[in-house]
């Protein structure tokens, strides 16, 4: 069984930056597609950013697009968020999954606690 455990978020000013990291324990990393997601206080779970197995493709949602960018490191089983130019509405708890492509990038059942995301204005 797979176990994501996301780190690195905290306290940041509008405009600043922050570098979430996902350790994932288990079998199958380097095989899947991971993204990351964030949910806000009264807000659905929504998907952010996605990378592809070997990291050759990425997406992003329009509201994060050209600030920040998926990588991963498939040696270290572990996939980074690099979130630029942050804005109050970015401010949520931040999670990372690995997501099945033949399903349409459903994620994986098993969620970890996240990592808290907090953008003062």
């Known amino acids: 069984q797979v176990q994501p455990v996301e780190s690195g978020g905290g306290l940041v000013q509008a405009g600043g930056s922050l570098r979430l990291s996902c350790a994932v324990s288990?079998?199958?990393?380097?095989?899947?597609?991971m993204a990351w997601f964030r949910q806000a206080p009264g807000k659905e779970r929504e998907s952010v950013a996605r990378i592809t197995w070997d990291g050759g493709s990425t997406y992003y949602a329009d509201s994060v697009k050209g600030r920040f960018t998926i990588s991963r490191d498939n040696a270290k089983n572990t996939v980074y968020l690099q979130m630029n130019s942050l804005k109050p509405e970015d401010a949520a708890v931040y999670y990372c999954?690995?997501?099945?492509?033949?399903?349409?990038?459903?994620?994986?059942?098993?969620w970890g606690q996240g990592t808290q995301v907090t953008v003062s204005s």
């Open positions: 999954n690995l997501v099945d492509y033949v399903s349409g990038y459903v994620p994986f059942p098993t």
């Open positions: 288990g079998r199958g990393f380097s095989s899947y597609a």
